[in-house]
């Protein structure tokens, strides 16, 4: 047998045995993944209702505490003790989706937590539309929403915009207000 037939030989080898390793793997941990989306999700949730929580504890405070109410395939989390109400939002970034909670006080207006638990913006720049301390600058603004450029004061439904990133925050604008629009209208007709 020739060497190139060996090498290729070794390389088809190779190649069998760690894809098997991978798809092993996969399978493995495919539930523990699923479970790991899930509490990042309850967690969020949590967070934007204000409930301590332990990581040990996050199903149990979460069945305690969140009602959840799905009406017609849209899925709304509502805090029994404040009223407030969180839904799961996902839209097109600049680079890819951009996924997360936002959670609105009980007149469905004002915005109480926000919770960014994917993107895919470029790091320093439109990636900041996930950190806390950009989106902590939400609390208490009115939807809908409005990102802006601006050196004047703001009003109470404008956001200061991402420096650098201007269509990372024209698009975040998008994803929450048309997801806003969407739950707001599911949630006004189910209450009437």
């Keep these: 047998m020739s060497e190139q037939v ?5 390389i088809l080898i ?3 045995f760690t894809s098997v390793i991978l798809l092993g793997m996969d399978l493995i941990t495919e539930e523990r993944i699923i479970e790991n989306e899930e509490a ?3 967690a969020a949730i949590l967070d934007g209702f ?3 929580y332990s990581p040990s504890s996050i199903n149990e405070t979460f069945t305690e505490h969140v009602t959840i109410e799905e009406i017609n395939e849209y899925t709304f989390y509502t805090d029994t003790d404040t009223g407030r ?3 799961y939002f996902e839209g097109s970034g600049l680079w890819g989706p951009i996924t997360g909670i936002l959670t609105l006080e009980s007149d469905f207006e004002t915005i109480a937590h926000i919770s960014v638990l994917a993107q895919e913006e470029t790091p320093g720049l439109g ?3 996930g950190s806390r301390e950009y989106l902590d600058m ?9 990102i802006v450029k601006t050196t004047q004061p703001l009003t109470n439904s404008q956001v200061d915009s991402i420096t650098g990133a201007t269509r990372t925050s024209d698009l975040f604008e998008i994803v929450l207000n048309e ?8 949630w006004q007709a189910n209450q009437e």
């Design 138 to 146: 939400f609390v208490e603004k009115e939807m809908e929403i409005s």
């Design 85 to 87: 109400i969180s839904f």
């Design 40 to 42: 990042l999700k309850e």
């Design 127 to 129: 990636g900041v539309v």
């Design 14 to 16: 190779l190649g069998v």
């Design 50 to 52: 204000e409930i301590s």
């Design 179 to 186: 997801n806003y629009r969407e739950y707001l209208a599911v």
């Design 6 to 10: 060996k090498t290729i030989l070794f």
